[in-house]
């Protein structure tokens, strides 16, 4: 198991403007973690430090066992996918994660299966929708049975048909025991799919609380402004 993650007075500064401040946390295993803020808060940067895209100026980031790359897996808000079929998309993931050959082809239609995606299998991938190249992306990291998933703001730039397609394959993996830290600043999406939320703003961790919580009772002015609509975004 790779969790916990400790994040320890992170820090990161990027074209000489602080986008993280000194953030500390322990994200463990079970409940789906929603970081939620404002656009320009650091939510995206913040993942791509959790995941190891990027390395903080300052601090630790630190998970309970070191090899963690076929563990965790990231999809992006527009994914990047391959000049090639939707199944070799998922088989290339596999590749990389030095997945026998013999199984790859089995274990890629079975993701493909499970995001609705199978009667795509020999598609091109770039003449896919929006919604379904997310949704392909969703199962290329199904495929390697990630125990950490992170998500940034997997559903912004789609139609809510496409959105609600993304959301029940979410909610597939968080069923199936994959731990989910999912960035957004969708209100309805936060409460659909979340049980805790990590709350930024202009960098900072402001606030941490059950998702009920922080809708009902939220603890900073901050928080309270974002879910009435009243926090400029930045």
Do not use: C
Request: charged fraction near 20%; aromatic fraction near 6%.
């Amino acid at each position: 198991m790779i969790l916990p993650l400790k994040l320890e007075d992170v820090f990161f500064v990027a074209g000489g403007r602080v986008i993280i401040e000194r953030i500390s946390a322990e994200i463990g295993a079970g409940p789906t973690t929603i970081i939620l803020g404002a656009n320009g808060a650091g939510k995206s940067v913040l993942m791509r430090l959790m995941h190891g895209l990027l390395a903080p100026a300052s601090g630790k980031i630190v998970w309970s066992r070191s090899d963690t790359a076929r563990l965790q897996a990231m999809v992006f808000q527009r994914p990047v996918l391959l000049r090639r079929s939707a199944i070799a998309n998922v088989t290339y993931a596999l590749k990389l994660a030095r997945v026998p050959r013999a199984e790859r082809e089995r274990l890629a239609l079975e993701a493909l299966e499970s995001v609705g995606l199978a009667a795509f299998a020999q598609r091109p991938a770039r003449v896919l929708s929006g919604g379904e190249q997310q949704r392909l992306a969703l199962a290329r990291a199904w495929a390697l049975h990630p125990e950490v998933l992170f998500l940034d703001e997997p559903t912004a730039s789609l139609d809510p048909t496409a959105s609600r397609e993304i959301e029940r394959v979410i909610q597939a993996f968080d069923a199936a025991g994959t731990k989910i830290i999912m960035a957004t600043h969708n209100l309805g999406q936060a409460r659909r799919l979340g049980d805790e939320v990590l709350f930024l703003h202009q960098g900072r961790l402001v606030e941490r609380a059950p998702i009920e919580q922080f809708f009902s009772r939220p603890a900073s002015p901050e928080a309270a402004a974002f879910i009435k609509g009243e926090l400029p975004w930045v």
